[in-house]
């Protein structure tokens, strides 16, 4: 596991020169090549893979399952005791994996999620991950600052809630249950889905308030 | 092992920068990369944990200094390389120059796709009863595995509350040296932050993890 000592790519995601991004981008191309060369992966399946990450993964899946919860104290119950099976039965989002748990936001506690290691995080939910989540600003501070990191959100919580930090070190996923917003009684699960943001889902924001620009 | 991946508690890496309306992929070739580990891995040239491991245990200065994707190709070629599955030499080539090494699962096909979708399951039957229920109170042991383990560094030696047992589930530290999947008991495991960060950090503040068994003992 060596020779990558002449690797160029920049601390930051974003700025890569051109020659920098093009070298890699070759090095993908060849290794794509190699695969399908040697038979182990149909391009059209790759296309595929893309396509519904793109298109069938997103917060708009945790957001529905949220906005059921904040609608239907039955089904907040069962997501709150085993999640994998209470969305499961949800049939336009039960496309869902092992081990989803999911947890509960109330004036006492504020629940944030975290991967330290790597960047776990329930796709099924709330799709793949933002480079904010899998970079080592967040990875590192989440644990030791969280008050410091949900600053950076321009989220503060009164100094007396409690802040509990799930760090994702198995193959359990979590959900947070944010809390619903004041001024929606009546409102309909299709309305209060448009509320939920993928960052309240994280633990790194609230839901957006009636009335709000989106 | 004690990789800078383990990042939990580390100062200096400055404010968490959410980008606004951030695109799913930043470049074309994050997505192909994406679908080549998610593809490679269904075909069984590789398990989770041993991907995991692979990106771990890239050059200190390259893990910080690269890109989420990236990491995930430099980890990618190296496994291929190391399991026989593609030659170094077809890497600086560009194109096959070997015959292929049979694929557990068989090649990645457009009808594989869907399955990928769902996650994995790996809860597994329990070969052993429990050791710790909730309540326990439990130490997470002082251990430096110098492959790869999921007990992060900042809570070894530290005790806490098991809170929920998960059941059992796949050991990824055996199993990412493919070592076999070892099913172990799994617990959230929950710690006041003053006992990781000392006595002034904020009392309001708590942390868990998810542990196996064997990152466990009594306390």
Same mark, same amino acid.
């Given at each position: 596991m060596s020779g990558h000592d002449h690797d160029h790519d920049h601390h930051h995601h974003a700025g890569h020169d051109h020659s920098e991004l093009s070298e890699t981008e070759l090095r993908v191309r060849a290794l794509e090549t190699i695969l399908t060369e040697k038979g182990y992966v149909e391009p059209a399946a790759l296309d595929a893979i893309i396509q519904a990450y793109e298109t069938k993964i997103g917060p708009h899946n945790g957001a529905q399952v949220v906005a059921k919860a904040w609608t239907d104290p039955a089904f907040k119950r069962? !997501? !709150?005791e085993d999640a994998t099976r209470a969305v499961s039965t949800l049939g336009h989002v039960s496309r869902v994996g092992d081990h989803l748990v999911a947890v509960e936001n109330t004036p006492q506690r504020h629940n944030?999620?975290?991967c330290t290691l790597c960047s776990c995080y329930p796709w099924e939910m709330l799709g793949l991950p933002p480079v904010w989540y899998k970079a080592a600003p967040y990875r590192s501070r989440a644990v030791k600052d969280p008050r410091g990191v949900l600053a950076d959100f321009g989220v503060k919580l009164p100094k007396e809630t409690e802040i509990r930090v799930w760090d994702s070190t198995a193959e359990t996923r979590f959900l947070v249950l944010p809390m619903r917003p004041e001024g929606t009684e009546g409102w309909s699960e299709q309305q209060l889905a448009g509320l939920v943001t993928r960052d309240s889902m994280i633990g790194t924001g609230f839901p957006k308030?009636?009335?709000a620009p989106s | 092992m004690n990789g800078v991946h383990d990042m939990g508690g580390m100062? *200096?890496? *400055?404010?968490v920068e959410p980008e606004p309306n951030e695109p799913m992929f930043h470049t074309e070739w994050e997505a192909r990369v994406l679908a080549m580990v998610r593809a490679m891995g269904a075909a069984g040239a590789f398990n989770i944990d041993t991907s995991r491991f692979y990106r771990e245990a890239l050059p200190p200065h390259v893990y910080l200094g690269s890109s989420y994707?990236?990491?995930?190709l430099l980890g990618l070629e190296d496994l291929l390389v190391d399991k026989g599955f593609i030659a170094a030499?077809?890497? %600086? %080539? *560009? &194109? %096959?120059v070997q015959p292929p090494k049979p694929l557990k699962h068989g090649k990645f096909e457009l009808d594989d796709v869907e399955r990928i979708m769902v996650r994995g399951k790996f809860g597994r039957a329990a070969t052993a009863p429990a050791k710790f229920a909730p309540g326990d109170r439990v130490r997470a042991k002082n251990i430096h595995p110098v492959t790869h383990t999921r007990l992060p560094r900042y809570v070894r030696g530290h005790v806490g509350v098991v809170e929920r047992c &998960? *059941?059992?589930h796949v050991f990824p530290d055996t199993a990412a040296t493919e070592a076999g999947e070892n099913p172990q008991w799994l617990y959230t495991v929950v710690f006041d932050g003053r006992e990781l960060w000392g006595a002034d950090a904020d009392p309001t503040v708590k942390i868990s993890i998810d542990a196996f068994e064997p990152y466990l003992e009594a306390a």
């Open positions: 069962a !997501l !709150l944030m999620v975290v308030t009636p009335g | 100062d *200096g890496f *400055g404010k994707y990236k990491k995930w030499e077809e890497v %600086a %080539a *560009g &194109h %096959a &998960h *059941g059992c």
